[in-house]
């Protein structure tokens, strides 16, 4: 509204006696700032004016005087009576101009008015607050911690969140957009029903099914970094096999006969122990965050028909520890440890074995990957602390079982089905897996039997020849950028060298030593470098986890009338037109409309037709 286009006249009372000066008149709308004075005076007006204007719609105007303070000249009797307004001061206010004549005419003896000091009005609920509330949605921590597209994944969408809001005093706003909606409707189809094993196979492509095909889509924001526990893969617990089997290691250093003469101190042992023990805390105390804050997440990373293998590397580095606890801490354990160590073997076992043999899309063929080796390795690692402790038909059942998967996936993956892919050199490192399950089968057999025979020895040689096979093929492992996988290089490294001392025990002679010696250093480098590596890219390169697109895909097949309109957008300019009619028929709520759109022949087809 443009000032001085309406006149106001205002009639008042008239008085007999003086009152003081009138100082300024202002409109609470037009002052900036004008939120932060006491109000302590009145008003004259009890409501605010509304002036019509032109356009049809009304103005609200707020006059407010000041007055004095103190009790001066009559201010009691002046208060208590109504003041009179000319028609010329209210044009002039309109205009707003309030000239010296005005003022003059009101004021004693024509001296300067005193400095006002503004009085604040009541304003607009939510006028200032609600602009403020909106510039600190802006707020990229604010965008963060408010931003609902990771909901679907959480293990209370959100409930947690808004109760937590309701606390404070700020309920979270009731209203969505139609977008965030239709968006939120889209997530919670696309994830509140079980991925079947299917889904993995035709979304995902790759040997460790990590890659999105580019026909399908993900149903968390591809754009920007998603938070760090969903991120978090169970892989990690691969840090904890090698550290903890290091441990194992330098124990054995320490205590085997044939290495005496290096005159190694259990202190190492220890250090790496209380190493161990705090990293297996760690990995397990964030992946426990995981599974109680995006327990979706999880959810599908087991029933992943590669990564569920990666579910018993928790209670082998367990295991791990058992076996590596040094002589000071304790001399012997008790059974009963073992019987609860085990448990989670048998059950996960009863379920992927049960599934490799049932056959389906889980059957041994169809998922046999080098990382299926944890599956397996398992049982030999129980056998051997059993066999450690003094117990014998558990141990035996264990390894029975053990051995009988190992010789089926051995085979299976040895000979490379031609409807497998071959691994990337990224995850070349998995290779090495191979050596684990028959370097810890020598050694568990040894304990079982009481001495290292020639069943034992079988075994050993066997993962021998395997990691002497891989060691002569340099090539094959370089040239790739670091990952999570190579940690698969440790724990089957680490096994073979603390096999070879076992043997070296039973062969004592320079060879073996010497052997022993060798395979003991190289194994300690390859653990020292790769923690270092991992420290570095974790917390100065911070790239060691990226987004973990293999949990994200959707429940359901993209629509056929997707990939056309992929195809469309980057194919030729020939299908301009079928362009215009995917258009034309997008906003229709039928899709047989959008599919006949693609489908109607353009003139030039039809002619050539």
């Not at 202002?26 to 009145?42: H, K, L, P, Q, W």
């Not at 899309?361 to 990957?369: D, E, G, P």
């Not at 039997?449 to 370089?478: C, E, P, T």
């Amino acid at each position: 509204m443009e000032r001085g286009e309406h006149q106001v006249s205002v009639e008042l009372q008239e008085c007999s006696e003086a009152v003081p000066s009138l100082l300024k008149m202002i409109s609470s709308n037009e002052v900036a700032g004008f939120d932060n004075v006491r109000r302590s005076e009145t008003s004259i007006f009890p409501e605010p004016m509304n002036i019509p204007e032109s356009s049809g719609h009304q103005r609200k105007l707020s006059i407010s005087i000041s007055m004095p303070s103190s009790p001066t000249r009559g201010a009691g009797s002046a208060a208590s009576k109504n003041v009179h307004f000319l028609d010329d001061t209210a044009n002039g206010f309109m205009n707003g101009d309030l000239g010296s004549s005005s003022l003059a005419s009101n004021t004693p003896d024509n001296t300067q008015p005193k400095k006002v000091k503004f009085l604040s009005q009541p304003m607009p609920k939510g006028s200032v607050f609600g602009e403020s509330a909106n510039v600190n949605h802006h707020h990229p921590g604010i965008r963060k911690l408010k931003d609902k597209r990771f909901d679907s994944f959480k293990t209370w969408s959100g409930k947690l969140e808004r109760q937590l809001s309701n606390l404070r005093g700020k309920p979270r706003e009731s209203h969505v957009s139609e977008e965030d909606s239709t968006r939120s409707s889209s997530e919670s189809s696309h994830v509140s029903n079980n991925v079947p094993v299917d889904r993995y196979f035709d979304a995902l492509e790759g040997p460790e099914l990590e890659t999105l095909r580019a026909s399908e889509e993900i149903v968390l924001p591809g754009d920007k970094t998603w938070p760090f526990l969903l991120r978090y893969p169970i892989a990690s617990f691969g840090i904890c096999l090698g550290v903890s089997s290091q441990a194992v290691m330098w124990k054995t250093l320490a205590t085997a006969s044939s290495t005496r003469f290096l005159h190694i101190s259990t202190t190492i042992n220890l250090i790496l122990w209380c190493i161990s023990v705090a990293l297996v805390a760690i990995v397990s105390s964030i992946y426990l965050l995981k599974l109680i804050f995006y327990f979706e997440a999880v959810r599908r990373e087991y029933y992943h028909p590669i990564r569920v293998n990666f579910f018993f590397a928790p209670f082998i580095s367990l295991l791990f520890l058992a076996l590596g606890v040094p002589p000071s801490v304790a001399s012997h354990l008790h059974h009963s440890l073992w019987y609860i160590l085990m448990t989670p073997f048998l059950f996960l076992e009863l379920k992927i074995y049960g599934q490799w043999m049932s056959g389906g899309q889980r059957r041994l063929s169809k998922v046999a990957n080098p990382s299926n080796h944890l599956s397996v390795v398992g049982n030999f690692v129980g056998a051997l602390l059993g066999a450690s402790m003094g117990l014998k038909e558990g141990p035996i059942f264990f390894f029975a079982v053990g051995l009988a998967h190992y010789i089926v996936l051995f085979v299976t993956l040895y000979q490379r089905l031609p409807t497998n892919e071959t691994l990337p050199k990224e995850l070349h490192p998995v290779f090495f897996l191979f050596v684990a399950a028959p370097s810890v089968a020598s050694m568990a057999w040894a304990n079982i039997q009481g001495s290292f025979d020639y069943g034992s020895r079988i075994a050993y040689f066997i993962a021998l020849f395997l990691y002497f096979s891989l060691a002569v093929r340099i090539n094959f492992f370089r040239g790739f950028k670091f990952s999570l996988a190579w940690w698969a290089y440790t724990f089957p490294m680490t096994g073979a060298a603390i096999a070879t001392m076992r043997y070296s025990s039973a062969v004592t002679n320079v060879v073996t030593q010497t052997l022993s010696v060798i395979l003991c250093v190289v194994s300690t480098l390859v653990v020292t470098a790769l923690l270092v590596t991992t420290i570095l890219h974790a917390f100065i390169l911070r790239d060691l986890f990226p987004n973990d697109i293999a949990i994200a895909i959707s429940y359901r097949k993209p629509k056929p009338h997707h990939k056309r309109w992929f195809h469309l957008r980057n194919g030729s300019s020939d299908h301009s037109k079928d362009i215009e009619n995917f258009l034309k028929f997008a906003d229709s709520a039928d899709s047989k409309d959008i599919e006949a759109a693609l489908k109607n022949p353009t003139t030039a087809e039809a002619t050539s037709a």
